[in-house]
Protein backbone atom coordinates (compact mmCIF):
# COMPACT_ATOMS: atom_id res chain seq x y z
CA UNK A 1 0.00 0.00 0.00
CA UNK A 2 1.30 3.56 -0.46
CA UNK A 3 0.42 6.56 1.00
CA UNK A 4 -0.60 9.33 -1.29
CA UNK A 5 1.33 12.19 -0.33
CA UNK A 6 0.64 15.38 1.56
CA UNK A 7 -1.51 18.13 -0.07
CA UNK A 8 0.45 21.23 -1.09
CA UNK A 9 -0.77 23.91 1.23
CA UNK A 10 -2.22 26.93 -0.64
CA UNK A 11 -0.60 30.01 -0.58
CA UNK A 12 -1.23 33.58 -1.99
CA UNK A 13 0.78 33.50 -5.95
CA UNK A 14 2.68 31.06 -6.99
CA UNK A 15 4.80 30.91 -3.92
CA UNK A 16 4.96 27.55 -1.76
CA UNK A 17 5.37 26.32 1.28
CA UNK A 18 8.88 24.34 0.06
CA UNK A 19 10.60 27.68 -0.86
CA UNK A 20 13.48 28.94 1.01
CA UNK A 21 12.41 32.60 1.43
CA UNK A 22 15.80 34.93 2.00
CA UNK A 23 15.99 38.31 3.37
CA UNK A 24 18.97 40.04 2.55
CA UNK A 25 19.70 44.09 3.54
CA UNK A 26 22.09 46.56 1.93
CA UNK A 27 23.25 49.89 3.67
CA UNK A 28 23.30 52.13 0.92
CA UNK A 29 26.61 54.82 0.00
CA UNK A 30 24.23 56.72 -1.40
CA UNK A 31 20.79 57.93 -2.46
CA UNK A 32 19.56 55.70 -5.79
CA UNK A 33 19.68 57.63 -8.88
CA UNK A 34 16.74 57.37 -11.07
CA UNK A 35 18.71 55.21 -13.19
CA UNK A 36 19.82 53.02 -10.79
CA UNK A 37 16.11 52.33 -10.04
CA UNK A 38 15.41 51.74 -13.26
CA UNK A 39 18.35 49.02 -13.70
CA UNK A 40 16.42 47.81 -10.22
CA UNK A 41 13.05 47.49 -12.04
CA UNK A 42 14.53 45.32 -14.28
CA UNK A 43 16.38 43.06 -12.38
CA UNK A 44 12.56 42.71 -10.45
CA UNK A 45 11.97 40.20 -13.26
CA UNK A 46 14.33 37.73 -11.93
CA UNK A 47 13.13 34.37 -12.08
CA UNK A 48 13.08 33.21 -7.96
CA UNK A 49 13.50 37.42 -6.99
CA UNK A 50 10.25 37.92 -4.77
CA UNK A 51 10.38 41.37 -4.11
CA UNK A 52 12.63 44.76 -3.52
CA UNK A 53 12.47 47.89 -1.37
CA UNK A 54 14.04 50.75 -0.84
CA UNK A 55 14.01 52.56 2.80
CA UNK A 56 15.20 56.14 1.81
CA UNK A 57 14.55 56.91 5.53
CA UNK A 58 17.28 54.63 6.60
CA UNK A 59 19.36 54.30 3.88
CA UNK A 60 18.88 51.12 3.14
CA UNK A 61 18.29 48.13 0.04
CA UNK A 62 16.64 45.14 1.04
CA UNK A 63 15.91 41.91 -1.26
CA UNK A 64 13.57 38.81 -0.94
CA UNK A 65 14.12 36.11 -3.12
CA UNK A 66 13.50 32.11 -2.81
CA UNK A 67 16.84 30.92 -2.22
CA UNK A 68 16.91 27.49 -4.19
CA UNK A 69 16.18 29.97 -7.48
CA UNK A 70 18.67 32.73 -7.08
CA UNK A 71 21.94 33.32 -4.74
CA UNK A 72 23.20 36.16 -2.68
CA UNK A 73 25.94 36.45 -5.37
CA UNK A 74 23.83 37.05 -8.07
CA UNK A 75 21.96 40.01 -6.16
CA UNK A 76 25.40 41.38 -5.10
CA UNK A 77 26.67 41.04 -9.07
CA UNK A 78 23.59 43.25 -9.95
CA UNK A 79 24.26 45.76 -7.88
CA UNK A 80 27.55 45.94 -8.59
CA UNK A 81 26.22 46.22 -12.51
CA UNK A 82 23.80 48.90 -11.50
CA UNK A 83 26.99 50.75 -9.35
CA UNK A 84 25.07 50.56 -6.23
CA UNK A 85 27.58 51.13 -3.60
CA UNK A 86 26.29 49.42 -0.67
CA UNK A 87 27.46 46.84 2.02
CA UNK A 88 25.52 43.82 3.62
CA UNK A 89 24.19 44.55 6.84
CA UNK A 90 24.58 42.29 8.99
CA UNK A 91 21.29 40.02 10.78
Do not use: W
Not at 8 to 21: Q, V
Not at 28 to 57: C, I, K, M
Not at 68 to 75: D, G
Request: charged residues 20%; aromatic residues 8%; contains cysteine.
Amino acid sequence: MSADPPPIPPTAGCYNAFMTLVEVTYDLHSPLTEEQLRQLGQFANTYGLRSFRVDESKNQLSFEYDASRLRETQVAHVLGQARIAATRKAN
